[in-house]
Antibody, heavy 120, light 112 residues
Framework: QVQLVQSGTEVKKPGASVKVSCKASGYTFINHGMHWVRQAPGQRLEWMGWINPGTGNIKYSQKFQGRVTITRDTSATTAFMELSSLRSEDTAVYYC?????????????WGKGTTVTVSS | QSVLTQPPSVSGAPGQRVTISCTGSSSNIGAGNDVHWYQQLPGTAPKLLVYVNANRPSGVPDRFSGSKSGTSASLVISGLQAEDESDYYCQSYDSSLGGSMVFGGGTRLTVL
């Protein structure tokens, strides 16, 4: 079955970086885009960016431009999201989510989420 | 940044019908961009409920239906069941600020 398995909980200090992985299985990795979405406690879902695993094309939300880097390893069918210069407001659950196609911008399969806590 | 506006909460008794609205603007829904809906049970990841305004993924009951008109969209849940108690989010694409996916603030559905 189609599955996205994310890396585990992270605790980071302000100013540090965090890198979250998302291992895809059950489908052809390069045929579907991958999005990253976060949700701070009690807040709305917030889109961070997208990658086309087949071409490597990337689009970032302007809000995170300069702080977020999305990459992929096609041989490992894994996508990564790195967020730098962490601050307390970055405390959130970070989700990877598969696009229905490459760039329809509809997310049809979600990972379970990775909790990132930023605290001194 | 442009956002989509949803009512914070709605409620209904079992068997009733509820509507959740999603109001956008000329840079997102009003620009002709499609609207999608997600259901998020407490402590879990969102689940796709309706895509491209009115389509349901396989496995989603036909009690859930979506529509779009102008700068707004709606999710209708008919024949409310206890397990429908959840948060619901609308999502669209916004062409301002370089283009971005945007979500509504979410609506908490309570089944009385």
């Amino acid at each position: 079955q189609v599955q996205l398995v994310q890396s585990g909980t992270e605790v980071k200090k302000p100013g540090a970086s965090v890198k979250v992985s998302c291992k895809a299985s059950g489908y052809t990795f390069i045929n579907h885009g991958m999005h990253w979405v976060r949700q701070a406690p009690g807040q709305r879902l917030e889109w961070m960016g997208w990658i086309n695993p087949g071409t490597g094309n990337i689009k970032y939300s302007q809000k995170f431009q300069g702080r977020v880097t999305i990459t992929r390893d096609t041989s490992a069918t894994t996508a990564f999201m790195e967020l730098s210069s962490l601050r307390s407001e970055d405390t959130a659950v970070y989700y990877c989510a598969r696009d229905r196609f490459t760039s329809q911008f509809v997310m049809d399969v979600w990972g379970k989420g990775t909790t990132v806590t930023v605290s001194s | 940044q442009s956002v989509l506006t949803q009512p914070p909460s709605v409620s209904g008794a079992p068997g009733q019908r509820v509507t959740i609205s999603c109001t956008g603007s000329s840079s997102n829904i009003g620009a002709g961009n499609d609207v999608h809906w997600y259901q998020q049970l407490p402590g879990t990841a969102p689940k796709l409920l309706v895509y491209v305004n009115a389509n349901r993924p396989s496995g989603v009951p036909d009690r859930f239906s979506g529509s779009k008109s102008g700068t707004s969209a709606s999710l209708v849940i008919s024949g409310l069941q206890a397990e429908d108690e959840s948060d619901y989010y609308c999502q669209s694409y916004d062409s301002s600020l370089g283009g971005s996916m945007v979500f509504g603030g979410g609506t908490r559905l309570t089944v009385l």
